[in-house]
C-alpha cells in the first residue's frame, strides 16, 4: 500500500476543521435562537441530561424506544396556560457496530383532560407493506387525506372524534411532523434537533389540535364533567 501523500493528510485535516467549525457555528446559532424564542414564550432552559421521559408520559411509545435514553436539551413552562415541555431527545438502538443514535425534535403539552393514544403521521412506502401484513391504518372519508396520512389507535372511534373533517382539512396544510396523543398530552415531533422554527410551528399544531376537539368529546373523556 503505497503512502498517502503529505497534500492529501492537509487537505483531509483542513476539510475536517472546517467542517467543525462549522457545526460549532451551527450549534450556537442554534442555542441562541433557541433560547430567545423560549424566553418571549415562557420557557426556561433546564440544565444537564435530563432522564426518565417515558415515565412521566407513559403513554408515548416513542419515550420507551431503545435504550440509554433522554433529553440533551429541556425547554419547560406554562404556555398560555398549558405546562408544555420542548425537547432534544435521543435514543440509542444496538450496540457496537450496530449502534444508532436517534434524535427527535419533540414538543409536548398536556390536554388538561385526558385523551387516548392516537398517532398521526405521513404515510411512507413501507406502509403498503404494513398494510398487506395485517397492521392497523385507520381510513377517513377523504381519500386525499387517507392517502397522506398512516394514523393509528385501539380506538377508532376517538382517532374519528379528533380527526374531524375541520381537522383533516387542517393537518393537510400543516408541517410535516408525527403526532402523538399519550394519556394526557400531545407530543408532535420530527427527526433531528429542535430548531426555534420547528419548535413554534409543533407549539402551535399541537395546541390547535387540542383546541379542534369538540367540547361534547372532552366532556364524554371527563365523564361528563364541564
Not at 91 to 111: D, L, P, Q, W, Y
Not at 182 to 206: C, S
Request: net charge positive; with cysteine.
Amino acid at each position: 500500500m503505497q503512502d498517502v501523500h503529505p497534500v492529501v493528510i492537509v487537505l483531509l485535516v483542513a476539510a475536517g476543521l472546517a467542517v467543525g467549525i462549522l457545526s460549532w457555528r451551527w450549534e450556537r446559532r442554534r442555542a441562541r435562537l433557541l433560547r430567545h424564542w423560549a424566553r418571549a414564550r415562557g420557557l426556561v432552559r433546564r440544565e444537564g441530561q435530563q432522564r426518565g421521559w417515558e415515565r412521566r408520559y407513559p403513554g408515548q411509545k416513542i419515550l420507551q424506544r431503545g435504550h440509554s435514553r433522554g433529553a440533551t436539551l429541556v425547554l419547560e413552562g406554562q404556555y398560555e396556560g398549558r405546562p408544555t415541555v420542548c425537547l432534544d431527545y435521543r435514543f440509542v438502538t444496538g450496540s457496537g457496530k450496530n449502534r444508532t443514535t436517534h434524535r427527535r425534535a419533540m414538543v409536548i403539552v398536556e390536554t388538561g383532560f385526558p385523551v387516548i393514544p392516537l398517532q398521526i403521521r405521513r404515510e411512507h412506502a413501507f406502509d403498503k407493506v404494513g398494510e398487506f401484513l395485517g397492521q392497523d391504518d385507520i381510513d377517513f372519508e377523504s381519500a386525499e387525506f387517507s392517502r397522506t396520512f398512516h394514523v393509528s389507535s385501539a380506538d377508532r372511534k376517538w382517532a374519528y372524534d379528533v380527526i374531524h373533517t375541520r381537522a383533516m382539512e387542517y393537518l393537510l396544510q400543516a408541517p410535516a411532523f408525527t403526532i402523538a396523543f399519550g394519556f394526557g398530552e400531545v407530543a408532535v415531533y420530527k427527526n433531528g434537533k429542535l430548531q426555534a422554527k420547528d419548535a413554534e410551528e409543533a407549539l402551535k399544531l399541537a395546541r390547535r389540535l387540542i383546541e379542534m376537539i369538540p367540547d361534547y368529546v372532552r366532556q364524554q373523556l371527563q365523564g361528563g364533567k364541564t
